[in-house]
């Protein structure tokens, strides 16, 4: 817990509280740790990144919030959402919160939504779901919530099937059956992964402006911290089902922390860039059942020092400032390069050697 | 749209002239001459040649073809070389049977078929969906007239519950009729029902695993309102491909079926006619059938586009 020490977060404020997550599921070989003691927090009213590689536990952690894990699942931990803890909650009550307290919407906008119901069935229906409304009523709100996402037209598009929209639209019918229950928190896996950079920087303006007017707090999964940065607040990195910093977006960019964040920023094109993987980290992410001891970046890492071979909690750096974790052992010595540098973003063609810098 | 209807009119009308062809060809292709079965086995051949010029089976091929076509379209099908009783009077009197027995043996196959189908993708992998799958493969490899006289000895005979033979419509006597059809209804609908089970099963399944029930269980619709509408609606594509193949499969179960329950439908009719080589008989009775099956196929494809909003019109 002593890694929690620095959450200046008070219980009023605090929207979703995820507290030492742990995820074990079952596979043919056996039991398998996904998560390990994932903690982090999401306030009301703003937004939160949550950025790693794929594998390292993201839609997980969001399935996990929402009771949606796969068939024997194990969990331990606590989840709380409002002060209530949710791996407490009846089937029944989780159903009930899901749509109108916890929302969450999907990467794959082909296959996400029903192909043989329209759109406007598929919103009217969540809504239904939660409140005692008229066929006719359903009908209207749905209209407005097409309209509030920017759909054209949306008394026509409300009759259209998934097939007959694009892929930003159905994205954005996605994104109005989500809000229509009116949910304090939306989790938004990858949104726009699947979708070209012009409509990902429309989708992300929107997420933005409906979250500001609504005050929905969100969740923004993505192996993007370009995508992260334009709309969160604050960012957990997870690595390998672990949190390996928490701090706010700024603070991220300007002075990672974590050598995998570092290598992270450096590894993904920036949105609006055309320059691609400048420095890819070398090496995979480990499978959840071969984990070395320790640091678990430690194979990837250019800083790696004996001592990391030893198990690190999350924990504070850095004296004055925002709150910051991370858990590397060497956090307080390294420093390490950001994107950002008084403001100003570094340009990448001078992007300090990250590789190959250690001690 | 337009298109696609006119497409699919064309396709259907190349299918019936094939199997006008195919059923006129009956006549050469099975063995005997119908000009024998109509002189006797002791005429000379004086008197069979006669026969075959009066019955114009000496005429060109072309000719007889045509002569076939020019009476099917107008509604004859010829007479029966026995009773010189028209073949259309002889479909008239046993098709409404047969039918009533398809569609009872059709609403037992989906009646149960769907339904076990669901109950065992929802408890996918334990025993109850063990049994139910069990169930469905002996129901695909049990024949239908066995499973016929099994249920004529229990139920007719053993307990005398049932009537064994004959057969009442339940247009003239609901509770008489019921009686009699849901023997043969069961032995009929077996097949489909097992093939509609697990067809039901297994596209339920695939459909419970779909990206947009996650998304829907995201947004709190009760599970109850993602099985039995969309989950359904969904699994229903493949399970009404299913249904069409059966209605063809249950033509040819009640055929056989009816022979066991002493009915005297289109099947008994067109056994005797088959042992009798009495063409014309065979030949009516198939043409009808496939009609039938054409037909079937056909609002299936309706169907199709009702359910599928991807699918461009009929
Ligand atoms: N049903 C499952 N059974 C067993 N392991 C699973 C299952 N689903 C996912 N995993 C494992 O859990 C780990 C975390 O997966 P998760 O989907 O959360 O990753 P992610 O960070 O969302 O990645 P991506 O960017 O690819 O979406 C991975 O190692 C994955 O192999
Ligand atoms: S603990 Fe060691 S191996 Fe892990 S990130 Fe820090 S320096 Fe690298
Ligand atoms: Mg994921």
Known sequence: ???????????????????????????????????????????????????GESGSGKSMTALAVLGLLPPRAR??????????????????????????????????????LDPVFTIGQQISQVLRSHRRVSRREAREKTIEMLDAVGIPDPARRCGEYPHQLSGGMRQ???????????????????????????????LLDLLETLGRERGTSIMLISHDIGVVAELCRRVVVLYAGQVVEATTTDALLERPGHPYTSGLMWAVPRLGTRRQRLHAIRGRVPQPDQL???????????????????PIALAAVGGEGPEHDVRCRRADELDLPGLVHDGAEADAENAPAVQGSGP | ?????????????????????????????????????????????????????ELGLDDPIVEQYGRFM????????????????????????????????????????????????IAAAMRARTAADGVIRAVSTAGLAIPNFWFGLILVSIFALDWAVLPATGFVSVFDDPVEGL????????????????????????????????????????????????????????????????????????????VVVETVFGISGLGGALVSATTQRDFPVVQGVILVVVFLVVIVNLLIDVLYTWLDPRIQGV
């Open chain 1, 1 to 51: 817990m002593s890694e929690l020490a620095s959450e200046s977060s008070t219980p009023s404020e605090t929207l979703l509280d995820v507290r030492n997550l742990s995820l074990y599921l079952d596979t043919p070989d056996g039991e398998v740790q996904i998560l390990d003691d994932v903690s982090f927090t999401v306030e009301r009213s703003t937004t939160v990144g949550m950025i």
């Open chain 1, 75 to 112: 969990v331990t931990g606590e989840i709380r959402f409002r002060g209530t803890d949710l791996l407490a909650m009846s089937r029944a009550e989780l159903a009930r919160l899901r749509g109108t307290g916890i929302s969450m919407i999907f990467q794959e906008p082909m296959t996400a």
């Open chain 2, 1 to 53: 749209m337009v298109t696609a209807l006119r497409r699919k009119l064309v396709s259907v009308l190349l299918t019936l002239l094939f199997a006008s062809v195919m059923v006129f060809a009956i006549t050469y292709l099975v063995p005997g001459d119908p000009a024998v079965v109509v002189a006797g086995e002791q005429a000379t051949p004086e008197q069979i040649a006669l026969v075959r010029s």
């Open chain 2, 70 to 117: 020019w009476g099917v379209l107008h509604g004859d099908l010829g007479t029966s070389l026995f009773t010189r009783e028209p073949v259309v009077d002889i479909v008239a009197r046993t098709l409404p049977r047969t039918m009533e027995l398809v569609v009872a043996g059709l609403v037992v196959a989906i009646a149960a078929g769907i339904p076990l189908g």
């Open chain 1, 172 to 202: 954005r019918a996605m994104i109005a059956m989500a809000l229509i229950g009116e949910p304090e928190l939306l989790i938004a896996d990858e949104p726009t992964t699947a979708v070209d950079i012009t409509i990902q920087a429309q």
């Open chain 1, 292 to 310: 070395p001891t320790g640091c678990r970046f430690r194979p990837r890492c250019d800083f790696a020092v004996p001592g990391c071979a030893q």
């Open chain 2, 179 to 254: 009686a009699h059809q849901v023997l043969p209804a069961l032995a009929i609908g077996l097949t489909a029902m097992a093939a509609i089970a697990r067809q039901t099963r297994s596209a339920m399944i695939e459909v419970l695993s779909a990206d947009f029930v996650r998304t829907q269980r995201a947004m709190g619709v009760p599970a109850r309102a993602i099985v039995w509408q969309h989950a359904l609606k969904n699994a229903s594509i493949p399970v009404v491909t299913i249904i069409g193949l059966d209605i063809s499969r249950l033509i040819g179960g009640a």
